[in-house]
Every structure is written in structure tokens, then in C-alpha cells.
């Protein structure tokens, strides 16, 4: 039973850190988009 509680305790780390990771690319994304529409 511990076994399979730290196995969705891992499961649930690694859905934040893509849910993190998601987040990161949108932000670069956007400045990246925001900085080449202020150059125009």
C-alpha cells in the first residue's frame, strides 16, 4: 500500500512539473512574440 501511494505521489510530481514546464514555454513564448512585434 506505501508502495503505490509514493507511485501516485511520483505521478503527481511529474504532471506539476509538465504543467510547470507548460507554463515556462508559454511565457518565453510570449516575450518572445511580444519583443519581435515591438521591433517592427
Given amino acids: 500500500m506505501g508502495r503505490r501511494c509514493a507511485m501516485e505521489y511520483f ?13 515556462i514555454a508559454v511565457v518565453v513564448v510570449w516575450n518572445v512574440v511580444e519583443h519581435g512585434l515591438r521591433q517592427r
Fill in 11 to 23: 505521478h503527481y510530481i511529474s504532471t506539476l512539473d509538465y504543467i510547470l514546464l507548460g507554463f
